[in-house]
């Protein structure tokens, strides 16, 4: 993985940049919002055969609603532009998200959980191709630095507004999704973007390089499984070490802050020249803060694992997306990213199953700690071939 260089992109207004940012709060993170109120939930469905996983999996179920529809995602904002996916998707994610207010039973909150997945899915993609298209070079990587900043912070805002929401009832932490109204307006002046030309082939110049391309994906897949630890098992982690719902929130709040300022380190230093080395890096911080959480004796030892595992994660989504961004041409930038949102979710979903096998009733301390060997594991096999490559590099230059 070495990074593509690209001409300077001309101005872009501001309200244009604000809106991108604030739509990437509404991304990754989304599933996890209603993360503090999973133990309420799971007694409130205590009657349920096998509750305990399908609860978990009304968090995840948004990530394999994404994986699935991804592709889909990516074809209409290809052809259609960037904006019109982008309001609809987040009128939908209005709708099916806050459906948990008032949503009958388990099943039905699972068919909202799957919707919103959709809507999701279509935001990530189309606000993504749509900064692609918009910027180019180191300020391409910048910007999508401030927007990982950005994903991050929405962790940071909705997780502690979930917790607190999640001792008036645990339904109540599903309003939170209706902040994405208050973004429709200002989405509706966005650009439409690129679009492709229907009937005309791509030169072998404007191919996409799968060969770069699918191990991108992979990296994401296996970051993500590692991850999403954190809002799917970290509440009970915290509520076998005494940790009460309404502050549940806030101290998973701590890993998406670690996130963000990693993030908008990167998006200072314009990107990176490495971007295999400094995933591989990232991934062995993310090993490290999972080990410390795995290990902690007492809520205030879970912290600092979450520091460092929060840093280590936020630099591997800006890394993978200013890569992909670069890689892609620009009729199939939606697509190429669509493939990196399929990657990130499918590993959402996957992450509590993978986990399951490690789960010792309300002990979910294994867990992280073979999620830390994984990611140490890939970590360490990236970071070597980082390493070579950078060597490569400097011998030709030199």
Request: glycine fraction near 12%; charged fraction near 10%; avoid cysteine.
């Amino acid at each position: 993985m070495t990074a593509p260089a690209s001409s300077p992109s001309p101005a872009v207004p501001w309200v244009t940049r604000l809106t991108l940012l604030l739509t990437a709060t509404l991304t990754i993170m989304s599933g996890a919002t209603i993360a503090p109120s999973l133990p309420a939930m799971q007694a409130h469905f205590a009657g349920v055969p096998n509750a305990d996983v399908l609860v978990r999996l009304t968090v995840t179920v948004v990530g394999l609603a994404i994986a699935v529809s991804a592709p889909l995602s990516g074809y209409l904002t290809d052809r259609i532009g960037r904006r019109p996916v982008l309001v609809a998707a987040m009128l939908l994610y209005a709708l099916a998200g806050s459906s948990g207010l008032y949503t009958p039973n388990l099943w039905t909150l699972m068919l909202g959980r799957v919707l919103l997945g959709l809507a999701v899915g279509a935001t990530m993609t189309a606000g993504s191709a749509l900064v692609a298209d918009l910027f180019a070079g180191a300020e391409r990587a910048r910007f999508l630095g401030l927007q990982s900043a950005f994903t991050s912070l929405g962790g940071v805002i909705f997780l502690p507004l979930g917790g607190l929401l999640a001792n008036v009832g645990w339904r109540a932490p599903f309003a939170v999704y209706l902040a994405a109204l208050l973004i429709v307006p200002l989405a509706l002046r966005l650009p439409r973007g690129e679009t492709a030309r229907p009937g005309v082939a791509a030169s072998d110049a404007e191919r996409i390089p799968w060969r770069l391309v699918g191990p991108a994906y992979a990296v994401a897949l296996v970051y993500m499984v590692v991850f999403y630890l954190m809002p799917t098992q970290l509440p009970y982690r915290l509520e076998g070490l005494g940790v009460a719902p309404a502050r549940v929130g806030f101290v998973m709040g701590i890993s998406t802050l670690s996130g963000a300022l990693a993030a908008l380190w990167f998006s200072r230093r314009g990107g990176t020249r490495t971007p295999a080395l400094t995933t591989g890096l990232s991934l062995l911080a993310l090993a490290t803060g999972w080990t410390l959480v795995s290990l902690a004796p007492g809520a205030l030892w879970v912290v600092p694992g979450l520091m460092i595992g929060g840093a280590g994660a936020g630099l591997v989504t800006p890394n993978l997306n200013t890569f992909l961004a670069a890689l892609a041409p620009a009729h199939a930038r939606g697509r190429v990213l669509s493939g990196l949102s399929a990657s990130i979710f499918l590993g959402q979903f996957l992450s509590p199953l993978l986990a399951q096998p490690f789960v010792r009733g309300d002990d979910v301390s294994h867990a992280f700690g073979a999620g830390a060997i994984f990611a140490a594991l890939v970590g360490v096999g990236l970071a070597l071939t980082g390493w070579r490559l950078a060597v490569r590099r400097a011998a030709r230059t030199g």
